[in-house]
Nanobody, 116 residues
Framework: QVQLVESGGGLGQPGGSLRLSCAASGFAFSLRPMSWYRRAPGKEREFIAGIDSFRADTNYADSVKDRFTISRDHATKTLYLQMNSLKPEDTALYYC?????????WGQGTQVTVSS
């Protein structure tokens, strides 16, 4: 079965960095586009970054562009999100996601809190 397990969240300092990981299993990871989303307190879940399967083309929400970098390692079936220049408004529960067939899959999320 498809499993997505996020890790790497925690407390970050404003201006600091964190790196999130998403371990994938149960599907052909190298063939599927992958994405990161987040849900801040009191807000809707929002797309923040995506990466396709072959050329690894990426796209980002304006709110994180030039600060966050999405990447993937096909050998370890792991998706990453490098988060730099953190801001308090980056505080949220971060999820990785993929679509297999007609179903969307989500991990359980990893909490990121940015505070001094």
């Amino acid at each position: 079965q498809v499993q997505l397990v996020e890790s790497g969240g925690g407390l970050g300092q404003p201006g600091g960095s964190l790196r999130l990981s998403c371990a994938a299993s149960g599907f052909a990871f190298s063939l599927r586009p992958m994405s990161w989303y987040r849900r801040a307190p009191g807000k809707e879940r929002e797309f923040i970054a995506g990466i396709d399967s072959f050329r690894a083309d990426t796209n980002y929400a304006d709110s994180v562009k030039d600060r966050f970098t999405i990447s993937r390692d096909h050998a370890t079936k792991t998706l990453y999100l490098q988060m730099n220049s953190l801001k308090p408004e980056d505080t949220a529960l971060y999820y990785c996601s993929t679509t297999v067939g007609v179903l969307n899959y989500w991990g359980q999320g990893t909490q990121v809190t940015v505070s001094s």
